[in-house]
């Protein structure tokens, strides 16, 4: 018989955010400080879950305490010194927090598989609101509908795990591969790019963090950074070739190596029908 696929449920995620997430922004724990601000049909909701707890053989999940309630309604108060996120959808913003985490899930299965939704929700989901900008705090249904937006994107998929062969430079074949990004990154996902010579000549170039979505039904692929790879490899015969690249190009600490991975890069998502980036 095949084994159930674990998922985070509804129930969970409200009772979770309410015991941990709310705890761990009150505490710094890896982000700054935030309140978390709920409308009053939010507190009527905390009550139905906490008279119908979430309930599965097997599973433990700590109830919603009056307490924690208690003190959702505190921080509807705020603290003035600190950034406020508010919650304009209650209902959407925990369907969209079980969605991302069931997403999350998905996608760190396709790189390393074993991954426990309750684990990554108590863990990861509050990393990623390091991902939002002063707009999206007013927004945050927003903000978290363009997430798993980008969580449910297959693009280059068949580049995960693998070393794809794309093109060439100076006569050293360059390569590709997608990688999964840490939690607290801008984006889920980057794409690395290395050259190597027939003399095993390796040389380790820029990473491109990307995240894919589709809006209006076109293709959009959001590029937020280049970024060199904190453990890389430098061949220093290919970064000398690398630096002609950078003829004509003002400023001169632009790395050549990003110029390089920049127009591979479109070329790759113009091979897939990306309409804009």
């Known amino acids: 018989m095949a084994r159930e696929k674990e998922v985070l449920d509804f129930k969970e995620a409200v009772t979770l955010f309410l015991d941990r997430t709310m ?28 008279a119908h707890p979430f309930e599965k053989e097997g599973w433990y999940v700590p109830p919603i305490y009056p307490e924690d309630i208690e003190n959702a309604k505190i921080e509807n108060q705020s603290n003035p010194n600190i950034p406020s996120i508010i919650v304009n959808k209650p209902v959407r913003f925990f369907e969209l927090l079980t969605n ?9 299965n396709k790189y390393w598989g074993g991954a ?59 390569f590709a591969s997608k990688e999964e990004n ?13 050259l190597k010579g027939e003399n095993e000549d390796f040389h380790t170039l820029p990473s491109i963090y990307f995240a894919t979505t589709e809006e209006n039904g076109k293709t959009i692929c959001y590029i937020y950074a280049i ?24 400023n001169p600490n632009v790395n050549p190596g990003s110029v390089l991975v920049l127009k591979a890069f479109i070329e790759m998502l113009q091979e897939k029908g990306n309409n804009r980036y």
């Open 23 to 50: 705890t761990d922004f009150k505490n710094e724990s890896e982000i700054p400080a935030m309140n978390v601000k709920f409308p009053i049909s939010a507190f009527k909701l905390f009550e139905y879950i906490q």
């Open 116 to 174: 426990s939704p309750r684990a990554a929700f108590i863990r990861d989901i509050k990393r990623l609101f390091l991902r939002m900008s002063p707009s999206d705090l007013t927004n945050i249904e927003e903000f978290l509908e363009l997430q798993e937006s980008f969580l449910k994107a297959t693009t280059f998929d068949e580049y995960i795990k693998k070393n794809i062969e794309i093109g060439e430079f100076q006569g050293y074949k360059l």
């Open 227 to 250: 970024q060199n790879e904190r453990f890389r490899r430098v061949d220093k015969p290919i970064q000398r070739k690398l630096y002609k690249l950078n003829a004509g190009i003002e």
């Open 182 to 194: 840490a939690t607290w990154c801008e984006t889920n996902d980057k794409m690395t790019f290395y």
């Open 100 to 108: 991302i985490t069931n997403l999350w899930i998905e996608q760190k």
